[in-house]
């Protein structure tokens, strides 16, 4: 499916790096194969968020030069394939998204969706794979932090939170970020709103995350507030503080990266 032309479907920002904290982006790009056209889509529907998290990269790529950390970045938009969904999942290939029908994600047969899965999906897990791997072995258990973004209003509800933040089955750092960022006096602060993370509908924290026994914790920023490159800023500074505090709290309370 991809061809040379092709952008690779993951990039690693930063990847030598002294932080423990991993920043992981599943909906950062919004590249679509050449071969599979605009999916039958125009232009225009790309720049919404059914395509991309509206902002995130900006915010991803300010942060590893905060945090010395690294990222590792999906560059293909979830129309194509959601890098954070079980492939099968009934949204892992979405063909319709926010009331827009995507026709070139309709009567796909299992070739066309292995294809994605094989030479998208599983090239951006397997780096993740890989860099866990890696500083495990060094003696350097990551910290997983999944960076989103989400729309001011779904379905004519008006969304309030200006962040949320998404555990389940391992609340320790969620909860020591969503404290820290509650205190800053100007924010709400959703807890697993609006949206609440869970093993049926979110593949990367589950699994590079949670099986794993690592420190994490998916955060979601409103995408009105990154819009813009000044808020990407102003919000990277901000996570560059209440990151490595939220860490330092689990450390105090005695929970170490690995459980």
Known sequence: MLTQADPGPVQILHEQSGSD???????AGR???ASLGRLGLPDAEFERHIAWDIGVLGVGEHLC??????????RYSRLVIDCNRTPRHPTSIAPRSDGTDVPGNRGLDDAARDARRDEIFTPYQDAITALVDARLQAGRPPVLVAVH????VMAGHVRPWHAGVLYNHDPRYGRALRALLEAEGDLVVGDNEPYALSDTDDYTVPVHGERRGLLHVELEIRQDLIATPEGQRDWAKRLARLLPQALSLCRDAGASPSG
């Open 65 to 74: 030069t905060l945090l010395d950390a690294t990222a590792v970045v999906q």
């Open 31 to 33: 590249a679509v194969p």
């Open 149 to 152: 973004s989400f729309t001011p």
């Open 21 to 27: 904290i991993l920043l992981v982006i599943d909906h």
